[in-house]
């Protein structure tokens, strides 16, 4: 049930892909996704330079010699020098998300050919594009998601089987996702495969600090909101100071200048790696009601891949 296409496209073991997770996407982790048989990411937006990112990867490959990718946020800054550098240290898998995703797309090519590009989209439409585009696989997150989402709403069960009638590529399945159950109801859907970024934060091998872990196994399905709607970016999040402060402001009328100190990495950061929950703000799916522990990254695959069998028996009878 595990072998799909993904795996053969992405040469990976299990089909299940970490998320990019701002600041937390590190190498302890990545690799630990990677050894465990799954695709782990370094995310380059949120590091400080592309030395910092270098050497992320460098210490990825002294602990792995499978694959992992390196997740590319479009609006923040220029990604060519990250690029640059991820194909200079031979990375084979990139992730993108945020935009149009061409020019990224052929700027790879043109320079390392046969490198897999995995596009993040929301909805049929962009899938559709990515697949003209040369994308090797696409991920579908849908509203259940943690961090930023689409902004038409669309529920992860309703977005992935329209994104797989839409596509030849391998469709993985992301958003509300944190267990063996979602794993086969994603593979149900018509999903080739899982992306999960909640439920890769509460495992022991991220570099989130305590505080976040805590509230993620406290917070049930109902301890997240979305903010940043008013400025057509919206985002899931723990109810935190930081994130209901963003709510007043937004609901208040506030400008895109007044919100920027609110909404700013910097504030997640203070929150995600500094544990300041009161000030900042941290992103969570709507599946933490689900975690309730800490893991380490082989643990967790251990769980998901057992579970999917069980599920699977339980199916049959
Ligand atoms: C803490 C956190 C940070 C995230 N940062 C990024 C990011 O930098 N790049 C990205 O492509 N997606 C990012 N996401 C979205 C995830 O990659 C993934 O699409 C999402 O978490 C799936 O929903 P789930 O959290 O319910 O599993 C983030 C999600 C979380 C929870």
Redesign the pocket.
């Known amino acids: 049930m595990l072998q799909t296409r993904l795996c053969d496209v992405l040469e990976i073991r299990y089909p299940i892909i970490q998320?990019?997770?701002?600041y937390?996407?590190l190498a302890d982790l990545c690799a630990a996704v990677s050894e465990a048989g799954g695709l782990g990411q370094i995310?380059a937006?949120?590091l400080p330079d592309t030395e910092a990112l270098r050497q992320e990867i460098r210490k990825v490959k002294e602990r792995t010699s499978r694959p992992f990718a390196v997740?590319f946020?479009m609006g923040y800054r220029s990604l060519e020098p990250y690029l640059d550098v991820t194909l200079e240290e031979g990375v084979r898998h990139v992730?993108i998300?945020?935009g149009n995703p061409e020019p990224y797309m052929k700027y790879i090519d043109a320079r390392v050919p046969g490198v897999k590009k995995v596009i993040?989209v929301a909805g049929v439409r962009a899938a559709q594009k990515a697949e003209s585009l040369g994308a090797d696989a696409v991920?579908a997150?849908g509203y259940?998601?943690?961090?930023?989402l689409g902004r038409d709403d669309i529920g992860t069960m309703a977005l992935i089987p329209r994104v797989v009638d839409a596509v030849q590529i391998p469709v993985v399945a992301?958003?509300?996702?944190?267990d063996a159950r979602g794993l086969v109801a994603a593979l149900a859907l018509g999903a080739e495969g899982i992306?999960?970024?909640?439920?890769f934060?509460a495992v022991q091998e991220c570099a989130a600090h305590q505080a976040y872990k805590d509230l993620l196994l406290k917070a049930k399905e109902t301890d997240t909101v979305i903010m940043e709607r008013s400025i057509g970016r919206p985002a899931r999040v723990l109810k935190t100071g930081g994130a209901e402060r963003v709510l007043a402001a937004e609901a208040q009328g506030a400008t895109l200048e007044q919100l920027l100190p609110l909404i700013s990495g910097k504030v997640n950061a203070a929150a995600?790696v500094g544990g300041d929950m009161e000030e900042g703000f941290?992103?969570?799916?709507?599946?933490v009601g689900l975690i309730d522990d800490l893991p380490t990254v082989a643990d967790l695959f251990d769980r998901l891949i057992r579970g999917a069998a069980a599920v699977g028996a339980r199916l049959g009878r």
């Open positions: 998320g990019g997770l701002a937390l996407a995310t937006a949120t997740n946020a992730t998300t945020g993040l991920i997150v259940d998601g943690g961090g930023h992301s958003g509300g996702i944190m992306e999960m970024g909640t439920r934060v995600a941290v992103y969570a799916g709507q599946g």
